[in-house]
């Protein structure tokens, strides 16, 4: 029996071989760039790219189907197809670990963090005091979610709380458990070693090298909860940015032809170091996922965020998928529907590329936004601190010229104004008003 199951292993694994071989072969036939410039490339006719329309037609009629909010489908660095509004900035959720890995590749290499530190060395320490075995977990335990620190954590969701085991229970590395302390101590730890706030080292490191359309380092804000020392990093992005992210992992960490990231970390990241037992969801490498069925075969890994936020990259098919949904009105996608998704889109691929398929500047739809051109004079009329929804402090500031409205369980946002009183956060396109209510305070009161 287990000599069949390694017979069948390896015949499987010779498949794959021969299929990303050929797709080496026909990306080459194609003559196309691998990486886009300022703006993305997409194909004119999908056909002349391999692609089947009615294949297509029936993957974003499934998309709607589910609530997807968007998504970008990339081959061989042009884009197939696109579903909604993907230069719209929406919560990344979860997705930002795998941000925060590719930092630490960079650094690793530049020699400017050790992973195999201890926290012990690096003089980790956290508001419910460390224990000598907790401190003897590295770095690199705790970017594969195993360093067996089972502290309190900011953002964490309900269910990583109720399944957190008891501290002491598993020694470093003995033990997988999706940990936000290991992830937001990460954070701080490297900001700590090279001496740069993790937003502006993305954008420097990853963001401007790889010509990010939207990405803004504003568009980032630390999470703090009283229970931890060490704050979450909630990002925001757009869908064709995260494709640009995934687009250099598909590429061996090169971005036309100038280096960004080791192609050996990406290997390390894509690796699997523990089961999840989670569907779809086989593996867990340095803060990525290690993909299975319905991707089995593809070498797919993936960025996971809460609510079906991914970016999926399938070397052997040379495909990029993003996928989105709007979590700031709670729509929610399970992965295994996003995973479904992505098979469709992937099977929708039913030829090869033309030597010479005719390419387009990707086009935008406008989103609906409310400004009516209202001129607000002095936007310090609008600056102070409000109590708000939800039991909040809004804190209203300027920053460089643009209007801000900081919300502690929401994040920060650029704010128009619509008219005297009433202001559109940007990216949620929630109205927000400034209201005086009983006893002459003025709060800030969510639209519905």
Not at 57 to 84: E, M, R
Not at 339 to 344: H, Q
Request: charge should be negative; aromatic fraction near 12%.
């Amino acid at each position: 029996m287990r000599t069949t199951m390694l017979v069948n292993r390896n015949c499987r694994r010779a498949r794959h071989l021969i299929l990303f071989t050929l797709m080496v072969i026909l990306v080459w036939s194609g003559g196309v760039k691998a990486a886009p410039d300022e703006k993305w490339m997409s194909y004119t006719v999908p056909a002349e790219g391999g692609f089947d329309d009615a294949k297509l037609a029936a993957a974003q009629a499934y998309a709607k189907s589910i609530g997807s909010a968007a998504y970008v489908l990339v081959h061989n660095g042009i884009i197939v197809d696109t579903y909604g509004d993907v230069s719209r900035r929406y919560m990344c959720h979860s997705v930002r670990k795998s941000f925060l890995s590719a930092l630490y590749g960079i650094h690793a290499a530049d020699g400017g963090v050790n992973i195999d530190q201890t926290l012990e060395k690096l003089g980790i320490d956290d508001k419910n005091e460390l224990t000598p075995e907790e401190r003897q977990a590295t770095l690199r335990h705790l970017l594969k979610a195993r360093s067996g620190v089972y502290h309190s954590a900011a953002y964490e969701t309900p269910a990583m709380a109720e399944a957190r085991p008891t501290r002491g229970s598993h020694a470093p590395d003995t033990f997988w458990y999706y940990n936000n302390w290991d992830f937001n101590t990460l954070a701080a730890v490297l900001e700590g070693e090279v001496g740069v706030g993790l937003f502006e080292d993305f954008k420097e490191r990853i963001a401007t090298p790889t010509g990010m359309q939207d990405f803004r380092v504003r568009d980032g804000y630390y999470h703090l909860e009283h229970h931890s020392n060490f704050p979450a990093y909630p990002f925001r992005m757009s869908s064709r940015d995260m494709a640009r992210f995934g687009q250099l992992y598909l590429d061996r960490g090169t971005w036309n032809g100038k280096p960004i990231l080791d192609a050996a970390w990406i290997d390390e990241t894509s690796t699997s170091y523990s089961e999840t037992g989670k569907p779809g969801r086989a593996g867990y490498g340095y803060m990525w996922w290690v993909l299975d069925e319905p991707l089995e075969g593809m070498g797919a890994y993936s960025a996971l965020g809460y609510g079906g936020h991914t970016i999926t990259v399938l070397p052997a098919v040379d495909m990029v998928f993003v996928h989105r949904t709007d979590t700031w009105v709670e729509d929610k996608v399970p992965y295994i529907d996003v995973f479904k998704l992505t098979r469709m889109l992937v099977d929708a691929q039913t030829g090869v590329p033309t030597d010479a398929p005719r390419l387009e500047p990707l086009t935008l739809d406008s989103i609906t936004d409310p400004r009516v051109g209202f001129e607000p004079g002095s936007l310090t009329r609008y600056v102070g601190s409000y109590p708000a929804f939800e039991n909040q402090t809004a804190e209203i500031y300027l920053e460089d010229g643009h209007l801000m409205v900081y919300l502690p369980e929401w994040g920060r946002f650029e704010a128009s104004p619509l008219d005297e009183h009433r202001l559109l956060l940007e990216d949620w396109l929630q109205v927000v008003r400034l209201e005086e209510l009983a006893g002459g305070d003025v709060h800030l009161v969510r639209e519905e």
